[in-house]
């Protein structure tokens, strides 16, 4: 079956520009996560989507970034003003907790590279 | 101090050996602990997890808990050069969704 997918999958843009990344979750998911991953290190978590809300958005590290799923389902992660810092790998994740464990399935992630 | 600490690696081993993966975890409310696998330009995907302490088996794989000391291990047996690919653990935060990462240990197995 369908697993989550990415687009792009690779993003070069350079310092200042605007940039969207998306995602499409496994069907039938209704919760979605976005996760952040620069080189050699674990992915950070950036927002949760329950639905159509954003449930947490606490790992937002500032106000240039801002996501969107506006029918609950395909996520859109905005990112303004685009420094060189922002260059990592954006991961997106999805998951149907009925209950126990959130297995959460990543996608392949967008690899975002500022000039 | 990160929430979960884990051996940076590389770890490089000849294939068949026993594999040890560690992370430590600061925070004695955390539950769930996860093992993520990660192959190179791919997403994690979920290898095992544990709830609380004490062992849990799957095939080759044992994931293993010991929340007194905030210990969190991964053995790998047999090993594989297909099972050379970076190794996270993870726990969800306390309430919450969000996934705590540790750093990843690259594992690298020579046929």
């Known amino acids: 079956g369908a697993g989550v997918s990415q687009t792009p999958s690779n993003k070069v843009t350079e310092k200042g520009k605007y940039v969207e990344l998306r995602c499409d979750p496994i069907?039938?998911?209704?919760?979605l996560y976005w996760y952040r991953q620069s080189l050699g290190q674990g992915p950070e978590f950036l927002i949760y989507f329950q639905g159509t809300g954003a449930a947490d958005d606490s790992g937002l590290p500032n106000d240039r970034f801002f996501a969107v799923r506006p029918e609950g389902s395909v996520s859109t992660l905005k990112i303004q003003r685009t420094e060189r810092g922002d260059s990592a790998v954006y991961l997106c994740?999805?998951?149907?907790?009925?209950?126990?464990?959130?297995?959460?399935?990543f996608g392949p992630g967008t690899r975002l590279t500022v000039l | 101090q990160k929430e979960v600490e884990q051996d940076p690696g590389p770890l490089s081993v000849p294939e068949g050996a026993i594999v040890s993966l560690n992370c430590t975890y600061s925070n004695s409310a955390f539950q769930y602990f996860m093992w993520y696998r990660q192959y190179s330009r791919k997403g994690p995907e979920l290898l095992m997890y544990?709830?609380?302490?004490g062992n849990k088996e799957d095939g080759r794989f044992t994931a293993q808990v010991d929340k007194s000391s905030k210990y969190i291990s991964l053995f790998i047996r047999d090993s594989q050069p297909s099972d050379s690919a970076t190794y996270l653990c993870a726990t969800p935060d306390t309430g919450r969704r969000a996934l705590t990462f540790g750093s990843g240990t690259r594992l690298q197995v020579q046929p």
């Open positions: 069907s039938g998911h209704t919760a």
């Open positions: 544990t709830y609380s302490s």
């Open positions: 994740a999805s998951s149907l907790k009925l209950r126990g464990l959130d297995e959460q399935f």
